[in-house]
């Protein structure tokens, strides 16, 4: 029976991605059947819950989803649905790999790396209160439970996907208590691991080495803002927003997305590359053990960058459909 996924078209470029994804894989022979819930501002605008719970629930009965990007109103209005959703699924990881695609420009070559992102607490604790006026507080809350998890998750995904080296990423320096704890988990967790190296890093210099030599670091796990700056730094290492994919990891649920948000300065005008959410398509198929349609798109995906065919992001000139029927001719070739 074919596997059951729920598709969230989400805003802006959003929809158009998906379709591009949604054809790429269907041609590529994948077995799976789409089940397309809606969320995000179209919703908010009928005065609905823009994260409803019917859509929580098919992912729960699904465990799979493939998520378009959602806006997330700055500064005033609903708080993000991104975050919304990998609390209210305990989404606990982001897994974010860096890795060089064949085709693409980029500062560097044959970059791979993966960053592990604490998805749950940290600064997205979502807890502010203003104490007097123009005074505010925002809480940063660490648990030793979720960076003992967070922890385990970078070690056992380093250790199946035989990788040799964990970096811990902090501030430890100056939180001593917050990533204190955060630094003291890894290094208990690590103890657990002693095939795998382990070390740690502060996050300023991990920004800096990072930009001197990509090639320095390996697997990287930190708390969730780090983590949040530190995977579009390491994207914009391997060709930027629009090439780099994240899956938010769970014990029950997986929620594969791309890197970037929903580009309204481009929404509607068939200039999205889907490269990203191609890429997240691809993880969703490892996920589910459909590795060689999995490989099958990533070939055809290469190629078609290989042979010059690109977005206007990456210095091309096709449209969304162009590429998309350009991968798919790969496919078939
Ligand atoms: P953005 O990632 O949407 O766009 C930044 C720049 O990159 C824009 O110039 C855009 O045109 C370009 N870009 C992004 N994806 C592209 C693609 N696939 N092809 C070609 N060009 C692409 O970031 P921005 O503008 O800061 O955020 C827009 C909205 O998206 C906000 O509401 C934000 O909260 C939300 N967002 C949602 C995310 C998610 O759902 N996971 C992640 C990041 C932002």
Redesign the pocket.
């Given at each position: 029976m074919s596997q059951r996924v729920v598709l969230i078209p989400?805003d802006g470029?959003g929809p158009s991605?998906c379709d591009a994804v949604v054809r790429i894989v269907e041609a590529a022979g994948a077995d799976l059947q789409w089940e397309t819930h809606h969320a995000g501002a179209r919703l908010a605008e009928t005065g609905a819950d823009p994260l409803p719970p019917t859509l929580l629930d098919a992912i729960r009965s699904c465990r799979v989803a493939l998520k378009g990007?959602?806006?997330?109103p700055v500064g005033k209005g609903y708080s993000s649905l991104?975050v919304r959703l990998r609390k209210q699924l305990d989404l606990y990881a982001n897994l974010r790999p860096a890795r060089s695609l064949p085709g693409v420009p980029s500062r560097y070559q044959e970059v791979d790396l993966i960053v592990v992102r604490e998805n749950t607490e940290g600064l997205y604790s979502g807890i502010e209160h203003e104490v007097v006026p123009g005074v505010v507080e925002s809480l940063k809350i660490m648990t030793r439970h979720a960076c003992l998890r967070i922890a385990r998750f970078a070690f056992e995904h380093a250790r199946r996907h035989a990788r040799r080296r964990v970096t811990a990423v902090h501030k430890a320096n100056i939180m001593k208590l917050a990533d204190g704890l955060f630094l003291d988990c890894f290094r208990e967790v690590a103890g657990e691991y002693p095939a795998i190296s382990a070390d740690d890093c502060i996050v300023d210099a991990a920004a800096m080495k990072l930009v001197l030599d990509p090639h320095g670091f390996d697997v990287v796990v930190m708390e969730n803002l780090y983590g949040d700056i530190l995977s579009d730094l390491c994207a914009g290492l391997v060709g930027g927003?629009?090439v780099t994919a994240g899956a938010n990891l769970g014990p029950e649920c997986a929620v594969f997305?791309?890197v970037?948000?929903?580009?309204?300065?481009?929404a509607g005008r068939n200039?999205?590359?889907p490269t990203?959410l191609l890429q997240a398509g691809v993880m969703l198929l490892d996920h589910l053990g459909q590795g060689a349609v999995a490989a099958r798109v990533h070939q055809a995906l290469a190629r078609t960058l290989v042979e010059g065919v690109r977005?206007r992001?990456l210095g091309g000139s096709a449209s969304t459909t162009e590429f998309t029927e350009a991968v798919v001719a790969r496919l078939e070739a």
């Open positions: 989400g470029i991605i990007p959602l806006t997330t991104n927003l629009g997305e791309a970037h948000g929903s580009a309204p300065d481009i200039l999205a590359n990203a977005t992001d």
